[in-house]
């Protein structure tokens, strides 16, 4: 399905529509016999569902670009009503169907604006940023965030939907809200353009603009592939291009972003510290509380922690200042009310950098005090991968510590977590034989009773035979000459 969407793609990009709209059928028709066989179950549905509305929309671009634009309207609206019905809650809707209803709305939308049919248009606009906002708190996944970052382009829309109806005021109050909230986004633009044609003002110095925009985009996103690639120095490159040839554009703040990821890439810590210092001071008070400047920090904040976390990996020394920079920005960060999961991300890698810096008192404090932190029971359910991170980093810092019955305390925990969820991803990196050995060795190293001692054992021994957990066991009691015994 995948390689079938890519084709399809090139397809368009080579003018054969007729044969992409084929290799988006046979897609189409691949998604749904897959949906067929995968019947209720939840992992089975999420690709195929992807895919098919990957392909929809792709049948829908093919139809407004010929100038079909009702045919990619209903095409759209069928998309939107059945991943996103309007008698089902959108908190109680996938993330997967959520963004793709999200894509046909601004689809159609787009089409229905062209068509004059402006108040639906309208309606369409306002279903899109109702999405992103039920997402606002809950963007513990790429696909959640993605959906954020499309509200920018509802309120565009719905801007160009309303000077179309001859609703320019309302209109302007969209663009103010774009200027304050994108301004130096990759929508900053477009937003000139509309004002201009709102303000019945000169077209020609925005649109001169949106063409070197256009040109940066090109550059920027062939840098954003070789980045995606691995080959860090030939996006450096073109990032620094793109800063130097079209400094006074929007993409030119894209560009430093970029830079930084590049330069983070290459393990050169302290020139993309430097790189988001300057861009912070750039964005200046004035952008502050916008979605560009909020990315920034968000992008600066994980430069310094693998910083951090590579220096103590490496056991390479680090600059003082490093961490109270870095705490102050998570501060910061956190007192924006971030979504929950990124806040709970945030405090995750404040412990971890603790534990880098070997600051394992303050981890284990830090970490307790997140840990007692408010959350209701669906929050917990929604957050438990950044709560289980937590947990084994303060168990980590305790056992170093030698502190065993708070190190015990949070591997029990853990093991309860893995025993309620026990098909989660995480522990597809945290291995649940590996807390099971790790109690039965808390116990040993502690004095525990000798029983407890080999309850533990057993556990791992008959939960996980064969594994290196339940195989050091063995050894260990065989070489001590007893199951119970402390060599």
């Known amino acids: 399905m995948q390689a079938g969407v890519r084709a399809a793609r090139c ?5 054969r529509a007729a044969e992409a ?6 897609v189409i028709a691949a998604a749904q016999a897959s949906l067929a066989a995968g019947g209720e179950r939840k992992a089975a549905s999420i690709l195929p569902t992807y895919w098919r509305g990957a392909a929809t929309l792709g049948k829908a671009t093919l139809h407004s670009e010929a100038g079909e634009y009702q045919a990619a309207v209903d095409l759209c609206r069928d998309l939107l009503a059945e991943l996103v019905p309007v008698d089902r809650l959108l908190s109680e809707t996938r993330s997967t169907g ?3 209803g999200q894509q046909a709305a601004l689809h159609a939308a787009r089409c229905l604006t062209e068509m004059g049919q402006c108040p639906e248009a309208i309606a369409l606009c306002d279903r899109a940023l109702a999405i992103a906002e039920v997402k606002r708190h809950k963007t513990s996944d790429r696909t959640g965030r993605q959906i954020q970052e499309q509200a920018a382009e509802a309120l565009f829309v719905k801007a ?5 109806a001859d609703q320019p005021n309302q209109a302007r109050e969209i663009i103010q809200r774009l200027k ?5 986004s990759r929508h900053a633009t477009r937003i000139k353009i509309l004002e201009a044609q709102l303000n019945d003002t000169r077209l020609d110095v925005a649109e001169r603009e949106w063409d070197r925009v256009r040109a ?3 550059l920027l996103a062939e840098a954003s592939r070789q980045a995606d690639g691995g080959f860090w120095e030939s996006a450096l490159a073109l990032f620094d291009h793109v800063t130097r040839q079209y400094a006074d554009t929007s993409a030119a703040v894209r560009a430093l ?3 930084g990821q590049a330069l983070q890439g290459l393990t050169r810590f302290a020139e993309a510290n430097q790189v988001y210092v300057a861009l912070e001071q750039q964005l200046g008070e004035a952008s502050r509380g916008s979605q560009l400047a909020r990315e920034v920090r968000a992008h600066h904040k994980w430069v310094l922690f693998r910083w951090i976390e590579y220096s103590g990996q490496k056991r390479r020394p680090i600059p003082d200042d490093v961490w109270p920079q870095f705490e102050a920005l998570c501060q910061q960060i956190l007192a924006e009310d971030p979504p929950l999961s990124e806040r709970l991300q945030t405090q995750v890698i404040m412990v971890e950098g603790l534990c880098h810096l070997r600051r394992l008192d303050e981890a284990v404090q830090r970490g307790e005090e997140f840990l007692a932190q408010p959350l209701s029971d669906e929050d917990r359910q929604t957050c438990m991968p950044q709560l289980t991170w937590i947990h084994l980093y303060v168990s980590n810092a305790c056992r170093n510590l030698r502190k065993r019955d708070r190190e015990l305390e949070h591997l029990h925990w853990l093991v309860a977590a893995v025993q309620a969820q026990p098909d989660a991803p995480v522990w597809e990196i945290i291995k649940p034989g590996a807390l099971y050995h790790r109690i039965w060795d808390a116990l040993r190293l502690s004095g525990a009773p000798a029983a407890d001692v080999e309850q533990a054992a057993q556990a791992v021994i008959s939960g996980y035979p064969g594994s290196i957990f339940a195989g050091d066991i063995a050894r260990r009691q065989y070489s001590s000459g007893g199951p119970n015994t402390v060599r």
């Open 257 to 259: 972003d970029g830079k």
């Open 216 to 218: 940066a985009s090109v």
């Open 160 to 164: 160009q939907a309303l000077a179309k």
């Open 11 to 15: 397809l368009r990009q080579l003018d």
């Open 180 to 184: 304050s909230e994108y301004a130096l």
């Open 98 to 100: 959520l963004f793709m």
């Open 21 to 26: 709209m084929a290799c988006y059928d046979r």
